[in-house]
């Protein structure tokens, strides 16, 4: 390990751990091949392959180390319901009973299983009856012919614009508040409202394309922190279908949902031109987004969040998932504060994490030592981590985006990110690194979101 995080210093890079664990399998005399295969929606699923050692020869529970991270990052890269082991009926036994109710992972089985409105299963599978691969590809042609509605729902603002072939004629940002709302029918009214206020700069409307926050499926949404308030109850009637019944009132108009985070991908590729770009946002959480190498978006989560990236066991907790290592911990403003803590900082009591942010970022603009090595730290995380989601994305860009990568500390986790990156894994020197302006973002995602729907021809 060339760069070890100052203020961190029992970080465990995955990618690390699980390159170790490779070239372990590689040198043995025997060994055994495991697929995994996790499938959602429709029959669309993500397989991985690794070479195992055999069960039950020494080696099950450095084989279950390994799997059991690379099990939960699949999740939360790809989704799924279903999870297919072929290869170790010993592996297939340990993962089912984490994810059984009362498992270690039923955090992750209770999510998915809402998400995809299906109840989580582990199934052991055959190599010759393991399902084959299946990808999902949400063809998106960037067009902007026709009259499109691109509407941006954002956590503190919303945005809408109104663009005539390919030229942005109406564009508006109101502030909102729907995280703290419990009346769905106060986010249905804000939305609404965005929708014909764009829709009268029109002679009509041809298409809508949405932007938001969360997991969407079918256009549906499953999972929304914009909702955030709204009772359980409530949610199944009036959430889930909201921007369907919403764009219902255009009349018959095709109508795309995605989330946020792709469409910030897909804004930087038509910004690049170019193609496998992963959009990171750090925040008040981590979110991601990416398209992949035709430029289409994949139907994946790319909940990163929840991705482990750091192997020390002793690591930082999510208190969300229970699970340790996460990416929320090292790409957020919760990564900053930890940091921060970690250096001796003391924060006033009372502040919000995101003053916290605020305080670090400001001490680091006036050139602080101890903000200075939170920011770098944070880049030799993002330089180890690029590699470990290298593994399950095809990449040539990365976009750094959120608050987290405003100012100087966004060129210092750039910096750091490219010097870990092309230093320790020579091989993904072909990968660039991003720092969009917060204009072209801002604007961009609207337009972006307007060219996601395909036009009835």
Same mark, same amino acid.
């Given at each position: 390990m060339?760069?070890v995080?100052k203020l961190?210093?029992?970080?465990?890079?995955?990618?690390?751990?699980l390159r170790e664990?490779?070239a372990k399998v590689?040198?043995?005399?025997?060994?055994?091949? !495991?697929?995994?295969? !996790?499938?959602?929606?429709?029959?669309?699923?993500?397989?991985?392959?690794l070479d195992?050692?055999?069960?039950?020869i %020494?080696?099950?529970?450095?084989?279950y180390?390994?799997?059991?991270?690379?099990?939960?990052?699949l999740?939360?890269?790809?989704?799924g319901y279903?999870?297919?082991?072929?290869?170790s009926d010993?592996?297939?036994?340990?993962?089912k009973?984490?994810?059984?109710?009362g498992?270690?992972?039923e955090?992750?089985?209770l999510?998915?299983?809402?998400?995809?409105?299906?109840?989580?299963?582990?199934?052991?599978?055959?190599?010759?009856?393991?399902?084959?691969?299946?990808?999902?590809k949400?063809?998106l042609?960037?067009?902007?012919?026709?009259?499109?509605?691109g509407?941006?729902?954002g956590?503190?603002d919303?945005?809408?614009?109104?663009v005539?072939?390919?030229?942005?004629?109406?564009?508006?940002?109101v502030?909102w508040?729907p995280?703290?709302?419990s009346?769905?029918?106060y986010?249905?009214?804000?939305?609404?409202e965005?929708m014909?206020? #764009?829709?009268s700069?029109m002679p009509?409307?041809? #298409?809508?394309?949405?932007?938001?926050?969360?997991?969407?499926?079918?256009?549906?949404v499953?999972?929304?922190?914009?909702?955030?308030?709204v009772?359980?109850e409530?949610?199944d009637?009036?959430v889930k279908?909201?921007?369907?019944?919403?764009?219902?009132?255009?009349?018959?108009?095709?109508?795309?949902v995605?989330?946020?985070?792709d469409?910030?991908a897909?804004a930087?590729?038509?910004?690049?031109?170019?193609?496998?770009?992963?959009?990171i946002?750090?925040?008040?959480?981590?979110a991601?987004?990416?398209t992949?190498?035709?430029?289409?978006?994949t139907?994946?989560l790319?909940?990163?969040?929840?991705?482990?990236?750091?192997?020390?066991?002793?690591?930082?907790?999510d208190?969300?998932?229970?699970d340790?290592g996460?990416?929320?911990?090292?790409?957020?403003?919760?990564?900053?504060?930890?940091?921060a803590?970690a250096?001796?900082?003391?924060?006033?009591s009372?502040?919000?994490?995101?003053?916290k942010?605020?305080?670090?970022q400001?001490?680091?603009e006036e %050139?602080?030592?101890?903000?200075?090595?939170?920011?770098?730290d944070?880049?030799?995380?993002?330089?180890?981590?690029?590699?470990?989601?290298?593994?399950?994305?095809?990449?040539?860009?990365?976009?750094l985006?959120?608050r987290?990568?405003?100012?100087?500390? %966004?060129?210092?986790i750039?910096?750091w990110?490219?010097?870990?990156?092309?230093?320790?894994?020579?091989?993904?020197r072909?990968?660039?690194?991003?720092?969009?302006?917060?204009?072209?973002?801002r604007?961009?995602?609207?337009?972006a979101?307007?060219?996601?729907?395909?036009?009835?021809?």
């Amino acid at each position: 390990m060339k760069y070890v995080p100052k203020l961190d210093p029992d970080f465990s890079p995955m990618v690390l751990k699980l390159r170790e664990f490779q070239a372990k399998v590689a040198k043995a005399s025997a060994k055994q091949k !495991l697929i995994i295969c !996790l499938e959602r929606n429709k029959g669309y699923n993500y397989r991985y392959e690794l070479d195992i050692f055999p069960d039950r020869i %020494g080696f099950d529970e450095e084989n279950y180390e390994i799997v059991e991270r690379i099990v939960k990052t699949l999740l939360w890269v790809a989704g799924g319901y279903k999870i297919y082991i072929a290869g170790s009926d010993y592996l297939y036994k340990r993962l089912k009973a984490d994810y059984a109710p009362g498992g270690r992972r039923e955090f992750d089985a209770l999510f998915m299983g809402h998400v995809y409105e299906n109840t989580f299963t582990v199934l052991k599978a055959d190599y010759q009856n393991i399902p084959s691969l299946n990808q999902e590809k949400i063809v998106l042609e960037n067009d902007l012919s026709g009259c499109r509605i691109g509407f941006d729902a954002g956590g503190s603002d919303r945005k809408v614009a109104a663009v005539v072939d390919g030229e942005v004629v109406y564009s508006e940002e109101v502030v909102w508040y729907p995280k703290i709302n419990s009346d769905p029918e106060y986010h249905r009214a804000h939305i609404t409202e965005a929708m014909q206020t #764009a829709a009268s700069h029109m002679p009509r409307v041809d #298409a809508i394309g949405v932007s938001s926050a969360g997991i969407y499926v079918d256009n549906r949404v499953m999972m929304a922190s914009l909702f955030l308030k709204v009772p359980n109850e409530l949610y199944d009637a009036k959430v889930k279908d909201m921007y369907i019944e919403i764009a219902k009132t255009f009349g018959d108009v095709p109508l795309l949902v995605a989330n946020d985070g792709d469409v910030a991908a897909l804004a930087g590729a038509m910004e690049l031109n170019d193609t496998q770009i992963l959009g990171i946002a750090m925040g008040t959480s981590e979110a991601a987004g990416y398209t992949n190498e035709e430029g289409n978006l994949t139907g994946w989560l790319n909940e990163l969040a929840f991705v482990p990236v750091d192997f020390n066991k002793n690591s930082m907790i999510d208190e969300w998932s229970g699970d340790y290592g996460c990416g929320v911990k090292y790409f957020s403003q919760d990564g900053v504060i930890k940091l921060a803590e970690a250096g001796g900082y003391r924060f006033d009591s009372g502040l919000s994490p995101a003053q916290k942010l605020k305080e670090i970022q400001k001490l680091n603009e006036e %050139g602080d030592e101890l903000a200075e090595m939170i920011f770098s730290d944070i880049g030799i995380y993002l330089g180890y981590t690029i590699a470990y989601y290298a593994q399950f994305y095809r990449l040539k860009h990365i976009l750094l985006l959120g608050r987290v990568t405003s100012g100087k500390g %966004g060129n210092l986790i750039r910096a750091w990110a490219e010097k870990t990156l092309y230093d320790e894994f020579p091989e993904y020197r072909n990968i660039k690194f991003h720092l969009p302006d917060e204009k072209s973002r801002r604007v961009g995602q609207a337009i972006a979101a307007a060219s996601l729907p395909r036009l009835k021809r």
